[in-house]
């Protein structure tokens, strides 16, 4: 196995649908601009209540992904 050096972003995602979906939102846009992601560790959830209902998931993680 090689040795990597990973460096970390933070991301929130969020959804109407739910927590999956919105880790699922957070990765899929960065994975646009930032390449070698690795994995994710959720360090927060979250969510925004509207007429006492959940209207948004937000969910805050940890990307890493590993340096070129």
């Not at 969510?47 to 959940?54: A, E, N």
């Amino acid at each position: 196995m090689s040795n990597h050096v990973y460096k970390l972003l933070e991301l929130t995602g969020s959804s109407p649908t739910g927590i999956e979906d919105a880790v699922n939102n957070a990765i899929a846009k960065a994975n646009e601009t930032v390449r070698n992601i690795h994995w994710f560790e959720v360090i927060e959830t979250r969510g925004h209540v509207v007429d006492g209902k959940v209207a948004h998931w937000q969910v805050t993680m940890k990307v890493g992904f590993t340096l070129e």
